[in-house]
């Protein structure tokens, strides 16, 4: 794949798991500059999570902790995110979208508002959710409710 200039990826990024590792490396190699909206906490409240959200500012240094790891810190602008969209569906700098198959529809969504804007609508980039030991997906919510841990190992049978 030919590297885009920049793309875009959004998310809570709450329980950092395997399945936000596996979309953020994807819009690493995707793009050379990648914007990552962070859900900001009021967002969070409004987006009604069966769980509990840590705030941002730990869910930020986590974010950013992984991305020191893996030396693509300095390739990322990380922004708080206050819609679904934020920078997607005013930038005319994106070229890209990075979305997980759970969240492949809001793209679409994303392209329409682009359009109608008048923007070039944005390449979109698909991956598939990571699973589980027992091949169901990976999330947050599974952590929370002890099932499996941010690896995807079950804890409980």
Partial sequence: MKKLENVAVGGTFDEFHRGHQA?????????????????????????????KIAPYEERLEELKSFLRRQGVLDRAEILPLHDPYGVTVSSNRLDGLVMSRETEARAYEINE???????????????????????????TTRIQRKEINRDGRLLKT
């Fill in 23 to 51: 979309l953020l490396k994807m819009a690493f190699e995707a793009g050379n500059h990648v914007f990552i909206g962070l859900c900001s906490d009021d967002f969070v409240k409004k987006l009604g999570k069966p769980h």
């Fill in 113 to 139: 508002k682009r359009r109608a804007k008048g923007l070039k609508p944005l390449k979109i980039i698909v991956i598939e959710m990571v699973l589980a030991e027992n091949g169901v997906s990976i999330s």
